[in-house]
């Protein structure tokens, strides 16, 4: 074998080896411009139908090409990183919507009231308490917000001693504090009030306000988009009903004075329209101190959040986490929630 001569120029690159070079070279600007337009287009959910269609379609799909593309790069084009990381970075951020619990890092949490809450919509699920009861016996939350609880289904953990429970069709609220008054602001999720109850609760810090809901489901629509049907007059109606079920909940909840948590299944993702416009002077618990894309309803392959818990009043979240599989095809959600001292009336 001849001596290494560094002086010697490299072999000549591989006609393969410069083809893939270049593809993964121009699939880094390709992708990093398709993020961008999906990002784009996901700012009209709710007002667009096509853009709401994909808004409540499997997002988390769309990391799979930066990061095979950045592990191609990686051993044969590491230029391609400059273009590649940027793109895997926004397509998991605003485009995913992918959470880093930052406010937790940069803000103190109040130092007045505090509680622990879990919301789930249970899908009138047949399937026995245990999964639920299991959960609240490891968590310990203050308040527990169930939509679409199954008439005569009883949870052996919610009916002990030290729970004060309200039941009325569809709305289930089980506290530590006594639930001194009720509001049924709505009775059914597909009417224009949707399903809606306001309760105060009274807790040594003062009175805490809890909005639990569920707003109009748009599986009829996206089905019928998913069947290849060119009509999405369905997917229209249901955004332009959530718009109206929000902003008449928006209403009730800019009337309380104090500390309030709203609850339940939005059936709005965070791209929505109107989650930015309706619910843009609350804190999404999630979006502030969780970790990950936070999905909250799974079928097939798609997944989304659709279920939130947010904080008026001053309130923020200190921690806040996607809870495991209790018999429904909904998640559900627990966060820790403080308010500053002094802040409730």
């Known amino acids: 074998m001849p001596p290494w001569n560094p002086f010697e120029p490299p072999p000549p690159e591989s006609a393969w080896r ?36 994909v808004m409540f379609g499997p997002l988390w799909l769309l990391v799979l090409p930066p990061v095979a593309l950045l592990v191609l790069a990686a051993f044969v084009n590491r230029r391609a990183l400059r273009t590649l990381v940027p793109a895997l970075i926004f397509t998991a951020g605003p485009v995913t919507d992918l959470c880093v619990p930052w406010r937790p890092v940069v803000a103190d949490a109040p130092a007045g009231l505090r509680l622990r809450v879990m919301t789930c919509n249970m899908h009138y699920s047949k399937v026995p308490s245990g999964p639920l009861d299991v959960l609240t016996d490891e968590t310990g939350p203050d308040v527990v917000a169930l939509q679409e609880w199954r008439e005569g289904l009883e949870s052996a953990a919610l009916s002990e001693r030290g729970w004060h429970t309200h039941r009325v069709p569809g709305l289930f609220l089980a506290s530590r504090y006594p639930i001194r008054r009720f509001d049924h602001l709505g009775a059914q999720s597909t009417s224009e009030r949707g399903s809606v109850g306001r309760y105060e609760l009274d807790t040594p810090a003062g009175v805490v306000t809890v909005i639990s809901l569920h707003l109009a489901s748009p599986r009829e629509g996206l089905g019928e988009a998913a069947k290849g049907h060119g009509e999405l007059t369905a997917v229209a109606e249901n955004s332009e009903l959530r718009w109206v ?52 309803f799974w079928a097939r392959i798609s997944a989304v959040r659709i279920d939130h818990i947010l904080l008026g009043g001053g309130g923020q979240a200190t921690r806040c986490w996607i809870g495991p599989n209790i018999g429904s095809p909904h998640r559900p959600v627990l966060a820790d929630v403080a308010w500053p001292a002094g802040g409730s009336r």
């Open 245 to 296: 079920q929000s902003r008449r909940v928006a209403e009730a909840a800019a009337r309380t004075v104090g500390p309030l948590v709203l609850v339940g299944d939005f059936n709005t993702p965070p791209h929505s329209a109107i989650f930015r416009e309706v619910w843009d002077g609350y804190r999404s618990a999630f979006s502030d101190a969780g970790w990950g894309w936070g999905y909250t």
């Open 18 to 53: 410069a083809r893939v070079r270049r593809a993964v070279a121009i699939g880094g600007w390709a992708w990093l411009a398709a993020a961008i337009g999906v990002w784009a287009v996901l700012r009209f959910g709710d007002e667009w139908e096509p853009a709401t269609v």
